[in-house]
């Protein structure tokens, strides 16, 4: 997922430097660079000057604990860091690697750092995870929470479980930070596909990769509706700030067509005039209306001018009444919350957004044979027997619908 825009990461970072050597001073000088691969290539060479062992005593003759031993070391190591060159090879390897690796750790950190850090083991060092650390430069406050955690408790290892429960703890610390601290918690996925692909606006499909990674399901449930109902296939910072401040009774009604650039479609305003509100933002004022022209009435000939005007009545007698629609009912109006919960585990698979958007589908039906198809798909795409439980009870309460007064087809 998302190879054209790795690609396009690793290839703007290649096409500034074409020559045979690259020195690592000229990348963490360059401002135009991404701080993450500048730190994933200064990680890369400092793992390569570790593997020298620097520092450690082969004749037993020298004491490398010393305070200016110490400090020697340290000097030497950043001149040797700071002297190192990649080949053009070596550094189209690195650009190609630290791409995958930032993309992975961006959009989904859990799952990277813990396939990272523990690769396939139950335990982890703490010199590991301190080694470790230097790579995970954007949310540098997951390895940070876990030293801390080692500090305190006196520890030298970690097991897997328990640093699933610090990152869930540091994770849901965050997520109480929304919607106020948005732009603090997604400045790092901006930025990715900023320099990827020049745009201010993310995939929403990145973006539901990185609340899922956080187990925010009433999060992603938002995004995946906006995606898969609205149609919004990116989303820039206010977009999804106004999914995040959207009313949760009702999905299908609170979160609006959110628009793909910054001015809202015609369908949104309110043409009256008095202030026009914005659908899920009713303190934002959208782009009031100009009010039509006059239209010019046609001159009349002297003949028309000679005839009186014909009366003009309010109503005139024997016209049609006026039609008023009657509200929309939906068709969860027809099953109690036992059977809804039933429906979505049964029927959806757990998805509760997958459920909305088939409500969604269903209630915008017109008649009960276009609604059994879309039903009849439901069940296809989800393999479920037509014939269970509660698949005749959700069947049932789709029929029902269409079953009340006005809805007879």
Known sequence: MFEQEISSYAFNITKRYTGERVRLSMLLADVELPEDFKKF????????????????????????????????????????????????????ELADKASKFIFNYVIRPRWTLEKFLFKGDSEISRESIEAASRFFSSYSYYPKGIIEYLDFHGMNMLDLETWKKI??????????????????????LFNLFD??????????????????????????????????????????????????????????????????????????????????????????????????????????TQEQVAQPAAPQFPEQKGAPPERKEKPQISIRKFMTAKLEEKVIKKIFRGSRSAYQIGVHKLDECSDWPSASRVVEGIFIDNEVDPFSKYAVAFTDAVSAKFRTAGNRH
Not at 67 to 91: G, N, W, Y
Not at 208 to 235: C, G, M, N, P
């Open 41 to 92: 290539a200064e990680a890369e060479v400092e793992e390569l000057i570790d593997a020298e062992r620097l520092g450690e005593s082969r004749t037993g003759k020298i004491d490398y604990s010393r305070a200016e031993v110490q400090a020697m070391l340290k000097d030497v190591r950043s001149l040797i860091k700071k002297s190192h060159e990649f080949t053009r090879e070596e550094f189209l």
């Open 167 to 188: 990152h869930a703890k540091i994770d849901e610390h965050l997520l109480t930070t929304l919607p106020d601290k948005l732009n603090n918690l997604t400045w790092s």
């Open 195 to 300: 320099f990827a692909s020049g745009l201010d606006k993310i995939p929403a499909d990145a973006m539901i990769l990185f609340f899922r990674d956080k187990s925010a399901s009433e999060i992603v449930d938002r995004i995946e509706f906006a995606r898969d109902v609205r149609s919004l296939r990116s989303i820039d910072s206010l977009s999804l700030l106004r999914i995040l401040e959207a009313p949760s009774s009702d999905l299908t009604q609170n979160i609006a067509v959110l628009p793909e650039t910054p001015e809202a479609p015609k369908e949104f305003h309110t043409f009256e005039r008095q202030r026009v509100t914005h659908p899920i933002h009713p303190e934002v004022p959208a782009e009031t209306p100009r009010p039509e022209p006059a239209r010019r009435e046609p001159e009349r």
